[in-house]
């Protein structure tokens, strides 16, 4: 298993990995913005995404967005193909992208905005805080793109607020790796049931 830096020679990939995140979005049942083939294949060409190879097929796969003029970026689009799910690809293909991305934006703030739990999990892991929707990017580029959820009427019906999504902040500027207080699991998991007991009894209604 390989997890590099993508670039250019790596696009061929683009289509299997946009279907993999289509694929992940309708078992999982929650809300997962899609994206083109093309789209991807300019993060590979930018040198703007980490892919995760087994000699040659598909593993898994990140990339890095830029918002706000670059005060801000996120690691987007996590995924791992169903064949190589349950060994810890997910942690590794994080942690790298992750490095990737202060490497390349320092002064960057690194946010995400998920509902998955693993995801939230691995955030906590690496220094990231739980925080409002207000703490992260104004752009509108950036919650344009979440129009392709399935929960995008939440986000809009609270006026940008809050939506089944819990927004995480990495800030280079107050974090030292010393001073990390992960989060433990069990919080996202109530903080997620409470989300959904909230807006997905207004749907019914």
């Known amino acids: ?31 997962i913005a899609k994206r083109k083939p093309e789209y991807i294949a300019t993060k590979m060409e930018n040198g ?21 003029h670059g005060k801000f970026v996120a690691n987007s689009g996590l995924i791992v193909h169903p064949d190589y799910r349950g060994v810890g690809l997910a942690k590794k293909i994080k942690l790298i992208i992750f490095e990737h ?30 925080v409002t929707f207000s703490e992260l990017t104004d752009d509108q580029s950036f919650w344009d793109g979440c129009q ?26 107050n974090k030292s790796e010393e001073e990390t207080t992960k989060v433990k699991e069990n919080v996202f998991k109530r903080l997620k049931r409470m989300k959904q007991n909230l807006f997905l009894k207004k749907n019914k209604k």
Not at 62 to 67: P, S, T, V
């Open 1 to 31: 298993m390989e997890i590099v830096i993508a670039n250019k020679s790596h696009t061929t990939y683009a289509e299997i990995i946009c279907k993999t995140i289509e694929d992940a979005a309708q078992v999982r049942g929650t809300g």
């Open 101 to 130: 991305s202060r490497k390349k934006y320092p002064d960057a703030k690194v946010f995400s905005i998920t509902t998955g739990l693993p995801v939230m999990k691995l955030n906590s892991d690496l220094g990231y805080k739980p």
């Open 148 to 173: 392709t959820c399935k929960n995008y009427d939440v986000l809009t019906r609270t006026n940008r607020k809050m939506c089944l999504c819990t927004g995480m902040l990495f800030d280079p500027k």
């Open 48 to 68: 703007n995404a980490v892919i995760a190879l087994d000699n040659g097929k598909f593993a898994g796969f990140c990339y890095i967005e830029k918002w706000g």
